[in-house]
C-alpha cells in the first residue's frame, strides 16, 4: 500500500527534507531497497552515504543534507524513528477486520466492538476487547480476557490467561498449560492440578513456541512491557518485572521472580524459586543457581574455545582433580 511521506511524518511528529509527495511502500535495507522504500543508517558515517539507495533515508540530524536519497528524514535516533516508522505502515496497512465464516464463537463470548477472528479460530467463554486480531486456527478458551489491540497470531494456544492492552502473542504460543508440578511416592509421580491463571500486563510480546504455564495456586505475572523471545519456558507462579525482556531459549523455572527492566540472556535457565533484582543482565546461556541481589552483570559457564585448546583444559582439570584427591 501506497503512502505519502508527508503523510507518515506529520502523523509521528517527524522532521524531513524533500518531497512531502513522495511515494513509499514500505521498508528496506538503505543500500539495496528501491525508490519507493524506507530505510536508515544508525551512525554519522559519511563513507557510507553515496551508497544509499532508498528513496527515504532516515539519518542522524548531522547528516541531513549530505545523502543521495531523495528525502531524509532527521532523528537523533534513526532506529528508533524506523521502529515507530515500521509500526505506524503495519497499522496503516491492516485489512478491514471480519470474523471467517468457519471460526467457531461461543454464544457467551463478549466482543467488544469490531475484532478479526481468523479462520477454524475457537472461542470460548472468553472477553475479547475492540480492535484484537485474531489469526487461524487459535484456541481461547473459556474465561480468557484480552484487552484492546491485542493481536494472536495463527497456532496461539490461551486458556486461563488475562492480557492487557496492545498485547502481541506469537505464533504457537501457549499460554496458561499446565505447570511441571508432580510429587514423587513410593508408587511413582503424583500430578498437582493446578488452579491459578496468567496474568499478562499492557503492552507484552512472546514470541513464537513460547510457553508460559499457569500458577499452581497463585497467578504467572509478566508484568506491563515484557519482551519474550521465541522457543521461552516460563514455569508456574514465576513472576517477571516490568520491561524485563527474555532473549530465545531461556528457561525460568516455577516461582522465580525476575525484577523490573532485566535483561536475560539466550539460553540461560534461571532456577527456581530464586530472585534476581531489578536492572541486572544475565549473559547468554548463564545458569542462576542462587539469588541476585545487586543490580549488574553476571556471567556463568565456560565460553567455547577450539577443541584442541578445550582438551588441554581438560586434561588440566583432571590432573587438579588426581592432585587434590
Request: glycine fraction near 14%; aromatic fraction near 6%.
Amino acid at each position: 500500500m501506497a503512502h505519502k511521506l508527508g503523510d507518515i511524518c506529520l502523523s509521528l511528529g517527524l522532521e524531513f527534507v524533500g518531497d512531502p509527495e513522495t511515494i513509499v511502500t514500505g521498508l528496506g535495507e538503505w543500500h539495496a531497497a528501491g525508490p519507493d522504500k524506507i530505510g536508515f543508517l544508525a551512525k554519522a558515517d559519511a563513507q557510507l552515504l553515496s551508497k544509499a539507495k532508498v528513496g527515504v533515508l532516515v539519518v542522524p540530524s548531522a547528516l541531513v543534507g549530505q545523502t543521495f536519497a531523495a528525502a531524509e528524514i532527521a532523528s537523533d535516533k534513526p532506529y528508533l524513528t524506523f521502529a515507530k516508522i515500521s509500526q505506524w505502515l503495519y497499522r496503516a496497512n491492516l485489512p478491514a477486520p471480519e470474523i471467517a465464516g468457519s471460526a467457531v464463537i461461543d454464544a457467551s463470548a463478549l466482543i467488544h466492538g469490531e475484532v478479526e477472528i481468523g479462520h477454524f479460530s475457537h472461542i470460548g467463554r472468553a472477553v475479547l476487547g475492540g480492535g484484537c486480531r485474531i489469526g487461524h486456527q487459535v484456541h481461547i478458551g473459556n474465561d480468557v480476557v484480552l484487552g484492546a489491540r491485542c493481536v494472536i497470531e495463527s497456532g496461539a494456544k490461551l486458556e486461563n490467561c488475562t492480557l492487557g492492552d496492545d498485547c502481541w502473542i506469537g505464533p504457537n504460543v501457549v499460554i496458561g498449560a499446565e505447570g511441571f508440578g508432580n510429587i514423587e511416592t513410593d508408587r511413582g509421580w503424583q500430578h498437582i492440578y493446578h488452579v491459578g491463571r496468567v496474568q499478562i500486563g499492557d503492552a507484552v510480546h512472546i514470541g513464537a513456541n513460547s510457553t508460559i504455564d499457569r500458577g499452581t495456586l497463585g497467578d504467572t505475572v509478566l508484568a506491563d512491557g515484557v519482551r519474550i523471545d521465541n522457543l521461552v519456558q516460563i514455569g508456574h507462579n514465576a513472576h517477571i518485572g516490568q520491561h524485563t525482556a527474555i532473549a530465545a531459549g531461556a528457561s525460568i523455572a516455577g516461582s522465580a521472580r525476575i525484577g523490573k527492566r532485566c535483561k536475560i540472556g539466550g539460553a540461560s535457565a534461571i532456577g527456581g524459586h530464586f530472585e534476581i533484582v531489578d536492572d541486572t543482565m544475565i549473559a547468554g546461556g548463564s545458569v542462576v543457581t542462587s539469588a541476585i541481589e545487586q543490580p549488574g552483570v553476571y556471567k556463568s559457564g565456560t565460553p567455547v574455545v577450539p577443541l584442541m585448546q578445550w582438551n588441554r583444559i581438560a586434561v588440566h582439570w583432571r590432573r587438579l582433580i588426581n592432585k587434590n584427591k
